[in-house]
């Protein structure tokens, strides 16, 4: 099936500069989004901390890249991972994000996190902000906007999270939501959620 995000014969996503060089969009897209997640550590996008304020996220983030930014990706999508031997995370079909979504956003909202120590709270917080990555809801920027969304939904619920410390390791983040995530429908469960834990630990003010 052809991708409808990507030009045709190019691997860069379609973009609001037709940039169709896909290192260049790269550089054009950290340089926007750099700048739209500045603005959101000084305002933070107000919401019920559900599906639609994720949404409202991503749009703000992606505006300048993405006509489609804020939107559900509408085909399902594979990403091969070195951490995992070039096998794909199993994120969720393209007719079950909505759902899945609003299920992690709404256990997340149902936890007393002012009742929990710190070590319990990062080990919660690991779990839903894996789960909700997972669902990998758009075609691209889902990292970036998980980790936004989740940050701020800490702050709202009495506790703050370093975002310089995910920011500066973002590529050990990822790596981290990645083995948090390896559970399978045909090899298992062989996920390994130590790893974001500990940084979310490290990250807890």
């Known amino acids: 099936m052809k991708d409808p995000y990507l030009y045709l014969g190019a691997e860069a996503l379609v973009n609001c500069f037709d940039e169709r060089n ?4 790269s550089e054009i897209e950290a340089e926007y989004t750099a700048l739209r997640l500045r603005q959101l550590c000084d305002k933070p996008i107000v919401g019920q901390f559900d599906f639609k304020h994720l949404c409202s996220i991503h749009h703000f983030i992606f505006q300048d890249i993405f006509h489609w930014a804020g939107q559900p ?8 991972e070195t951490a995992l031997g070039g096998i794909s995370v199993e994120y969720s079909d393209v007719q079950d994000i909505t759902n899945h979504a609003t299920t992690v956003c709404e256990k997340m909202k149902s936890i007393s996190w002012e009742m929990l120590h710190t070590n319990e709270k990062a080990e919660l917080f690991s779990k839903y902000l894996a789960e909700l990555w997972k669902v990998h809801p758009f075609r691209e920027g889902n990292t970036r906007t998980v980790i936004t969304f989740c940050c701020d939904f800490a702050e709202k619920n009495g506790f703050r999270l370093n975002m310089k410390l995910f920011k500066d390791n973002s590529v050990y983040v990822r790596r ?14 062989l996920s390994q959620p130590q790893y974001l834990i500990k940084i979310v630990r490290d990250a807890i003010l």
């Open 22 to 25: 896909e290192q260049k969009l």
């Open 73 to 80: 990706r509408i085909i399902n999508i594979e990403k091969p």
């Open 176 to 189: 981290a939501l990645v083995a948090a995530s390896a559970c399978f429908t045909d090899l298992g469960d």
